[in-house]
């Protein structure tokens, strides 16, 4: 089954390659969407797939990279547009 799943990290996730991380997972995942930095210094990102690799990206980013410090995940559940063809950094 495929899902889509939309969340936003809050933390130390800016300036500790948590983009560059996450977009090397989700496409280890084969996942796609994008990821970008937001003002406030959340990190907001967009995952479509397999509800299985939706989970497994999910635990990594309770941890993230090395450097993170991630305190907290807001999640919503889209529905499944399938709009993305790759996983991408939005700058």
Known sequence: M???IHV???GRVQGVF???TTKEKATELGLKGWVRNLPDG????IFE???EKI???LEWLKEG???AK???IEKIKEPFKGEFKDFQIIY
């Open 42 to 45: 959340r990190v907001e990102a």
């Open 2 to 4: 495929k899902e889509r």
């Open 49 to 51: 797939g397999e509800t």
């Open 55 to 57: 989970k497994e990206i």
């Open 70 to 72: 991630v305190e907290k």
């Open 18 to 20: 948590f983009r560059q």
């Open 8 to 10: 936003f990290i809050s």
């Open 65 to 67: 990279p090395i450097l």
